[in-house]
């Protein structure tokens, strides 16, 4: 008998999905990209994909406000449809509500929804509601639409294509070191008030992520399309190694292009950690990661907020991180967060 928390979240999906194979001409793509793609009609496929999140293993509502947790709800969501260069249009909401929590805490997780939805344009069409006997549950299904030539799943990559990410990477894990840090401080305070001046935008990227849609919109702009993509959830060394398998290729990164905010590079100096470590392995930075052909390099410089951070190869030549002197080149491996490993362990 194999322990699930052996194979991990990829593996028991590989497993379970193992052998199934779509009836129905209508599925274009089903698991093994951030969404499945649906073809009801010609002319414009439906992207569908699903998120949840629990009290517990994903949030702690001692220090995530119940507006900031909504809000974050939709926005992973969202992003997922980005990350197949999709438009989200429509998301349905479950939940499981325990006793502890009143109407006015759910009207606050709900506003967060809303403000989300209002911001990038989607509508709440459905959902449910149950009673659950532990902590809060939140499910959320995304609806969105792409013509069928600009669908990118993760299986596209070629060798000689340029690898880039949007934004900087390692901020969301440092921020929830550091609300970890105040939570730990804070125990048995009665009048305790956290310290987050100068690291406000590290707070910020982990409880109020924001889906790339500009950016998905200036590829568009530049007439680029990229030839696979993913977003940046688990940490990118896992959603690399996604777009290396899935495309068959291997790739090589720079460790001193990996984009860092100044506020990470602090955060990471003063809890004795390995920037770069956290820059590939932290999680829920939400940045789309993306390949495009090196013919695209003169248009990319077009599309601003992303860097050009590597390249991929033939797959022979594996997936590793070449040093910031140049001298080694390190083998990239799957370290961001196993959601089956631990189910009191925190997301990072």
Known sequence: MAEISSLGEFGLIARLTDGLAAVNDSTVRAVGDDCAVLRPAPGEDVLVTTDMLLEGPHFDLTYVPLRHLGYKAV????????????????????????????????????DGMRLACERYGVDIVGGDTCASRQGLLISITCIGTAAPEAVTGRDGARPTDLIYVSGDLGAAYMGLQLLEREKVASAGQKDFQPDFAGKEYLIERQLKPEPRRDIVEALAAAGVKPTSMIDVSDGLSSELLHICKSSDVGCRIYEDRLPIDYQTAVMAEELNMNLSTAALNGGEDYELLFTVPLTAREAMESVKGVHLIGYITEPDKGAAMITRDGEAELPLRAQGWNPLADPAAPEA
């Open 75 to 110: 926005a992973v969501n969202l992003s997922d449809i980005y990350a197949m260069n999709g438009r989200p249009r429509q998301i349905t909401v479950g939940l499981g509500i325990s006793a502890r929590f009143t109407v006015e805490h759910i009207e606050e997780l709900y």
